[in-house]
């Protein structure tokens, strides 16, 4: 049997192979919401402009709801033969209300459809992702509060640095996450556009409006040209790139975490609730969440790109490739989701240990550029020079094996004569730390400051979303 709702001129159905390559109810029956939204929307306001009967319209209303509610309680059976969500819901409304749900579909094609459905979807995932982005920042900030001024090693080649502040880290991560959310602002500002009406690529020569459903749907305005609106895919490429960035910033925090988990650096601890045992190694507590978090960041990029390729061929306007924008968008932003709760979860749990961080902090000679930066201060040396004089100091405690604060005055004095015992005080790492008042700095005072505007904001945030 060929095809109700598109097999008019189709003598005999589709092969057995082309159904299966053809469909994707398999996945696109994630945007039945979106589908039956948009159709009430667009049933709504064919209803106004007086293009079908109120009774019609009322038909059309009561099916969705009804076909609505069996999708919630799970009697709704999805059906292979009739390919994608749109069809299923459209030919299950003809069960339930006859040829009027024949009516739904004037002026509208699924090209627009389907455009309309994703934009939706992408848009409420990219909100509920930004709350848990929030979520991740508040946690992340009331640890950092508490651990402001909590001293341990900062690495560039993942080699000793200069002490910073256990909170310090933490905000930076804050900072990325805040670009990440405005990254999804600003794609989301961008999406919010309705393509339905765009019908098939061309527009419609019926009197729709437009405007009553961009704005029934809680878009900004109708997309401007119709053939853009059933072709492009930008939206979904803007969410799962700012997507991909995000998976990478945290990416990059569960690698900390699988580092600072392991007894060699034994910087935090993760409770029972976020670590597994090995069956075979009695004393393993392995940081599995973390590291499927990192290992999740290739799937978001792998979707990116796989978006980017699927599109990057296609004439205007819609090709059925294009049906393939799908699985990866879910997946990327699912999975994004995902790492983020599961951040949130670690974040909370992690325990630092602070006497190891503390006891890192002062090793590999971390407080070399305090004793430079005293050269300079003090004896008004260049800055180089300065640079020179802590490098043969600290060749010569590495000789011996010991901390530069372990080097005798004379022994300092012999490199540089006028070097005084006041010299001693920079040399810890409290003191190092306490120096960098700098904005942005990693003085507790300033990690503080920082802390406080965080929690100020991220509070005006929460205010906002429980009053809206
Ligand atoms: N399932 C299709 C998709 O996701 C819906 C649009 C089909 N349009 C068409 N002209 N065949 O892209």
Same mark, same amino acid.
């Given at each position: ?39 009430? *929307?667009? $049933?709504? @306001?064919? /209803?106004? !402009?007086?293009?079908?009967? =109120?009774?019609? &319209? ?5 099916? %969705? ?82 651990? *402001?001024? $909590?001293? @341990?090693? /900062?690495? !560039?080649?993942?080699?000793? =640095?200069?002490? &910073? ?5 933490? %905000? ?297």
């Amino acid at each position: 049997m060929s095809n109700r709702m598109w097999g008019g001129r189709f003598a005999t159905g589709p092969d057995a192979i082309m159904e299966e390559i053809n469909a994707s109810i398999g996945f696109d029956q994630k945007l039945w919401r979106q589908d039956i939204q948009g159709s009430l *929307a667009h $049933a709504a @306001m064919l /209803g106004k !402009t007086g293009i079908l009967t =109120a009774d019609d &319209v009322a038909a059309i209303t009561g099916g %969705l709801k009804a076909i609505e509610a069996e999708i919630e309680s799970g009697s709704f059976t999805f059906s292979r033969a009739l390919e994608d969500i749109h069809m299923n819901i459209e030919s299950r409304l003809r069960e339930l209300i006859g040829p009027a749900a024949g009516r739904l579909h004037t002026a509208r094609s699924r090209n627009d459809q389907v455009a309309t459905d994703m934009r939706l979807w992408v848009r409420d995932t990219v909100d509920q992702i930004d709350q848990q982005i929030a979520d991740v920042q508040l946690a992340l900030t009331e640890k950092a509060a508490i651990f *402001a001024g $909590a001293v @341990m090693p /900062g690495f !560039t080649h993942l080699q000793s =640095a200069q002490p &910073v502040t256990f909170g310090h880290h933490l %905000l930076a991560y804050v900072e990325m996450l805040a670009r990440d959310r405005s990254r999804l602002a600003d794609a989301r500002r961008r999406m919010n556009e309705c393509p339905l009406g765009a019908a098939a690529l061309a527009g419609t020569s019926f009197p729709i409006d437009r405007h009553a459903t961009a704005k029934a749907l809680g878009f900004d305005r109708p997309t401007a040209n119709s053939l853009d609106s059933v072709s492009d895919r930008d939206f979904a490429l803007e969410a799962v790139a700012a997507a991909s960035i995000c998976a990478m910033h945290l990416s990059r925090f569960a690698e900390e975490i699988v580092l600072w988990t392991t007894p060699q650096f034994g910087f935090i601890r993760l409770s029972d609730s976020f670590t597994t045992g090995s069956s075979i190694m009695p004393q393993k507590r392995n940081p599995d969440a973390a590291e499927l978090v990192r290992g999740k960041a290739g799937r978001v990029f792998g979707a990116l790109q796989a978006l980017l390729t699927m599109m990057k061929g296609l004439p205007l306007t819609y090709s059925k490739d294009m049906q393939e924008d799908k699985e990866g968008v879910f997946d990327a932003l699912q999975t994004l989701s995902l790492c983020l709760a599961a951040i949130a979860g670690m974040v909370r749990d992690m325990q630092p240990d602070l006497k190891t961080m503390k006891k890192a902090a002062g090793l590999g000679y971390a407080t070399a550029t305090d004793l430079a930066d005293w050269l300079v201060r003090v004896l008004k040396m260049p800055f180089r020079d300065a640079h020179h004089v802590t490098g043969r100091l600290v060749g010569m405690a590495s000789e011996r094996g010991i901390g530069l604060e372990k080097l005798g005055l004379a022994e300092m004095q012999a490199v540089e004569p006028r070097i005084t015992a006041e010299v001693l005080e920079v040399l810890g790492v409290e003191r190092s730390v306490r120096s960098r008042v700098s904005h942005g700095g990693t003085a507790p005072r300033q990690v503080r400051a920082q802390a406080s505007r965080w929690l100020r904001q991220l509070g005006r945030e929460a205010r906002k979303q429980v009053s809206a």
